[in-house]
């Protein structure tokens, strides 16, 4: 365990579904992130939390939803999904958003199908 | 565009030797960082080294930065069988304290 923890580690939703990923952190960090990463290609930064507040949305759309009700906790509301949407969904957090490092979760396999 | 570029794309190697990786990028860094990511997991943190370090040791890991060939490697050595993983660096460049991953390197390590 790396001290961030994502539920659930695997997903299988359909087009029409709603599904929330969920990632807590309890390292005292007061920044986290949402990572998609496919196959074949760079990880992607979706969505950047720094104090609760949102700091970055990288151009995603908005059938992505993220919610940081606190610095603890971290939610990705996912609905009218594409099939290309499946991946791996990583969380992270980091402490002042600078020169630390992250850690991360250990992801949630989605599929859509 | 994407700001890391590990090389090679895919390393494979006996157990004991050692395993070496690059990383280039093209604008001027905070840090670079290295990580590790077991298949199917999330990725695992190793070295950070700022852009006014030249090298940095971490046990079996060895990180150099070149800032003047923008450049980085990390070293594994007498690498294990428990060293099969992909290997990414991350860049934090000007005023973004997010890192940019590039897109890995495969180490597959024999026993």
């Known amino acids: 365990e790396t001290g961030v923890t994502q539920t659930p580690r695997h997903l299988v939703m359909g087009m029409t579904n709603k599904k929330s990923l969920k990632c807590e952190q309890h390292?005292?960090?007061?920044?986290m992130y949402w990572y998609k990463q496919s196959a074949k290609k760079p990880l992607e930064l979706m969505f950047v939390?720094?104090?609760?507040?949102?700091?970055e949305n990288n151009s995603v759309p908005s059938r992505f939803s993220p919610e940081c009700p606190n610095s603890s906790h971290l939610f990705l509301h996912l609905h009218t999904l594409q099939p290309e949407d499946s991946a791996l969904y990583l969380c992270?957090?980091?402490?002042?958003?600078?020169?630390?490092?992250?850690?991360f979760g250990s992801g949630t396999r989605l599929t859509v199908v | 565009s994407q700001q890391g570029e590990e090389d090679p794309q895919a390393l494979s190697i006996q157990e004991g030797e050692n395993a070496t990786m690059n990383c280039s990028y093209k604008?001027?860094?905070?840090?670079l960082q290295w990580y590790r990511q077991n298949s199917g997991r999330g990725l695992v943190h190793l070295i950070l080294?700022?852009?006014?370090?030249r090298e940095k040791h971490s046990g079996r890991l060895r990180v150099t930065l070149d800032t003047s060939k923008k450049s980085s490697s990390l070293l594994i050595t007498a690498s294990r069988a428990a060293d099969t993983a992909s290997y990414f660096c991350?860049?934090?460049?000007?005023?973004?304290?997010?890192?940019?991953f590039g897109r890995g390197t495969s180490l597959i390590v024999h026993p």
């Open positions: 992270a957090s980091s402490q002042d958003q600078a020169n630390y490092g992250y850690t």
């Open positions: 390292l005292g960090h007061n920044a």
């Open positions: 939390y720094n104090f609760k507040e949102q700091t």
């Open positions: 604008t001027s860094i905070n840090n």
């Open positions: 080294i700022r852009s006014n370090e």
């Open positions: 991350a860049t934090e460049t000007g005023g973004s304290y997010i890192p940019t």
